[in-house]
């Protein structure tokens, strides 16, 4: 049995892990303001109006709530962003002092006379529509029944935040690694919490109350601890014939030898981290479960080895079935790796349903943010997951991750 | 511990809830319904699914045809997926807008529908729905779905009574956490510990702990709001109590009592007793609701019998929110 494969990952990981600058929150505020100007003049936009969550906090750097749907959306921050102004519009109750924006009140957008104020916004500050090219992600309806952009030439603002997110800054990255690490540290504070007899809330309980101890800012998505069946047809019927996850679904109490998936979430100035390792509960994996992990390595390390600026996703795709036996090591319905920051996926995504020649097309940058997560699954002994999250470099790539290690797996 | 046990059987609420989707969508003249929140999709279908904190991209998560009263649902597993929607109405998670157009495109009724009503639009599913419903006006319905939601069932309001206890529960531990030393972060750990002892990991609005004034080191606003079982239980406090609390418990008493059938948004305004520096009323059920009607906010409003609301006020330096049931003749904290 080779022991060794996690370890020498872990080094290959250690080698590309550089030390974050201190993040300058300013800076970072500046540079993607001047980055969604570019993209406004790009693509010929006058003004983006921008409603979706992470697009505002994109382009004003307005704090992340880990609040659910219907709070995010009534309570919502609206940016409008005018292409030629130095500083975004932010509306919104409440707003950080030290944000470079034109604050306004509150814009109530989901509700009739919320629109009715946004229009009124709208015409103060870009003026009469007609004709402009402008960009909205969403339109309430509310906003429809005001015919809030009656009249303008209205494009799709999700690509120009979109194109403007693509590679990220030093001060973003920073984010994303400051996240990660202390996703990876409130793990690894509470991973004895699940043992035989215990529920996943319990376990959640215990990591989010961790995440408070800690510092963090919000948490984005209910800590998945799933249990996982062994084979397939022992689990959840899915559209795409293979194994369920994440499910979400349920409180389920630990047994002796489950195979437990976790992923996890959580917010730095709006960046966001993603946890991903697989634990087996009150013993350790045995020789069938090792090899999993083993293969999980072989395929990460077959993936970064060949990762560097100019590499397409289909290169990457394609090392990692190579690494596999030839079989796609990932879920068909997610991706061999995805990109993250204000988003917890985004662009770049690689081996998605878009297929091959979008991955083909895909070509790796400085600055683009690859969370990797292959799965290698047998059936009737079951599966490994696990995710690591690296920036590309000018020359290759760097760990934004802590080092956070694989137990019960070395 | 774990949550309570729903006082309704499931499939009864999802059924009663499911028809008055339908009835609304029948009234107004819909052939097709799309959905894109959470929270709505929840409500007509009682699908569970992994939450995941704030805004998503408007898409087409639920697709509801009147005429077959059917419901096409995305999602790639069965997992927490009602029996009443069939494996074959599923529409798996896609990156691909040219999949998700097929998706849809094989749901009867769709291509032929002349009124389709949107929670709201993007303009990437603007295109895709003038292709795929060609004939067919789109027709806000983000305000049929409030409507539907604003009046609660009985096993709704049963629903969000025992997710107030989940919610005093956390608020009773934060309480004793909060002048124990460690402050504001003891205090919201001890609340989130105590909501997943009772099974709930999931917040609405979360545990939310703040200074009550500038010059007022001791005392905290301390406000809860957790997803239990799809329902909102929350609440309001102002920690430690102060000596007397009796000015702030009769200003809330006044403006709960304002919240009866018939009342108008300067009803309420009214009701609000000189002093009071912050007051909300909102609708609560599946999370935020509507009405919403603050100083600035809710012309046109009135308050409706089987109305669940969430008053909050702040008199004296002193917070009070608290779910309320609006019946025929008085209005019950719950």
């Known amino acids: 049995m080779n022991g060794g494969v996690g370890e020498d990952l872990a080094r290959f990981l250690a080698e590309r892990r550089t030390d974050m600058a201190p993040i300058d929150a300013g800076r970072m505020r500046r540079e993607r303001h001047a980055r969604v100007q570019a993209e406004l003049a790009r693509q010929g936009v006058e003004a983006a109006l921008l409603l979706h969550g992470p697009n505002v906090v994109y382009a004003t750097g307005e704090a992340v709530r880990g609040v659910d749907v219907s709070h995010a959306t009534f309570e919502r921050p609206v940016a409008l962003v005018v292409a030629g102004e130095d500083r975004p519009h932010l509306l919104a109750g409440h707003v950080d002092p030290t944000l470079d924006v034109e604050h306004r009140p509150a814009a109530w957008p989901e509700l009739d006379e919320g629109a009715a104020d946004l229009a009124r916004v709208l015409g103060d500050v870009v003026g009469p529509l007609a004709g402009r090219r402008v960009a909205v992600d969403e339109q309430t309806g509310a906003m429809l029944r005001a015919g809030v952009l009656d009249g ?36 690894a504070a509470i991973q004895a919490t699940a043992r035989v007899g215990a529920t996943r809330s319990e376990v959640a309980g215990a990591f989010l109350a961790r995440l408070v101890e800690l510092g963090a800012e919000a948490n984005l998505i209910d800590p998945i601890f799933q249990p996982m069946p062994r084979t397939v047809i022992d689990g959840p019927r899915t559209t795409t014939r293979t194994v369920a996850f994440p499910t979400g679904v349920g409180d389920p109490t630990f047994g002796e030898g489950d195979i437990v998936w976790v992923d996890s979430g959580i917010d730095h100035l709006g960046y966001a981290s993603d946890f991903g390792r697989t634990w087996v509960i009150g013993r350790d994996p045995n020789a069938a ?39 796609r090591p990932w879920l068909p319905h997610f991706y061999l790796a995805h990109g993250v920051g204000v988003e917890s996926a985004e662009m770049p995504l690689v081996g998605t349903d878009l297929g091959p020649e979008f991955d083909d097309r895909l070509a790796m940058a400085p600055g683009m943010v690859l969370v990797l997560e292959p799965v290698i699954w047998d059936d009737g002994v079951g599966g490994y997951r696990a995710e690591e999250i690296v920036a590309v470099t000018e020359d290759g790539w760097r760990h934004l991750g802590g080092g956070h290690p694989y137990p019960p797996f070395a | 511990m774990t949550a309570p046990t729903p006082t309704t059987e499931d499939a009864e609420l ?16 819909l ?27 408007f898409g087409p998560a639920c697709v509801l045809v009147e005429a077959a009263r059917s419901i096409h649902l995305l999602s790639s597993w069965d997992e927490g997926v009602p029996p009443e929607v069939p494996f074959e109405h599923l529409y798996g998670v896609t990156w691909n807008g040219a999949i998700l157009a097929g998706a849809l495109a094989a749901i009867p009724g769709l291509a032929t529908a002349t009124r389709v009503g949107v929670e709201a639009l993007s303009p990437g599913f603007e295109r895709m729905a003038r292709r795929l419903a060609a004939a067919a006006e789109l027709v806000p319905a983000d305000d049929l779905m409030r409507a539907v ?22 608020m009773e531990v934060a309480g004793v956490a909060l002048p124990g030393g460690g402050g504001p972060a003891a205090a919201r750990v001890a609340a989130l510990e105590a909501a997943a002892r009772r099974g709930v990991t999931v917040p609405t609005s979360g545990v939310v702990v703040w200074p009550a004034g500038p010059a007022d080191g001791a005392r905290f606003h301390v406000d809860v709001g957790f997803l239990v079982d799809g329902y909102e239980g929350g609440l309001g406090r102002t920690l430690p109590g102060a000596d007397d609390d009796a000015p702030v418990m009769a200003a809330q008493r006044r403006l709960v009592d304002a919240c009866r059938p018939g009342a108008t948004a300067a009803d309420l305004r009214r009701a609000v007793p ?58 019950e904290a719950l």
């Open chain 1, 152 to 187: 303008a030439d209205i494009a799709d603002a999700s690509h120009v935040v979109g194109a403007a997110k693509l590679t990220k800054t030093d001060d973003e990255l920073a984010c994303i690694a400051q996240a990660q690490r202390r996703n990876e540290e409130a793990m």
């Open chain 1, 289 to 327: 479960e090792r090899r999993l992990f083993e293969r999980w390595c072989d395929v990460m390390v077959a993936v970064l080895e060949v990762l560097k600026p100019g590499v397409t996703g289909g290169d990457l795709c394609r090392a990692a079935e190579a690494a596999n036996g030839g079989d």
């Open chain 2, 14 to 29: 999802r059924s009663a809830r499911r028809d008055r989707v339908f009835d609304a969508m029948a009234t107004a003249g």
């Open chain 2, 31 to 57: 052939d097709v319904l799309v959905l894109g929140r959470r929270d709505s999709v929840a409500y007509a279908t009682g699908v569970r699914s992994l939450w995941t904190a704030g805004t998503r991209p």
């Open chain 2, 149 to 170: 939601r604003a009046l609660k069932l009985p096993a709704e309001v049963a629903r969000i009574r025992a997710s107030v206890t989940v919610a005093d529960a956390a």
């Open chain 2, 274 to 331: 000189t002093g009071v520096t912050r007051w909300r009323v909102r609708g609560s059920g599946m999370g935020f609701e509507a009405p919403v009607v603050t100083d600035a906010l809710g012309r046109g409003e009135v308050i409706e019998e089987h109305m669940v609301l969430s008053v909050e006020l702040e008199l004296d330096g002193t917070r009070r929110r608290d779910l309320v049931a609006v019946g025929s003749d008085a209005t």
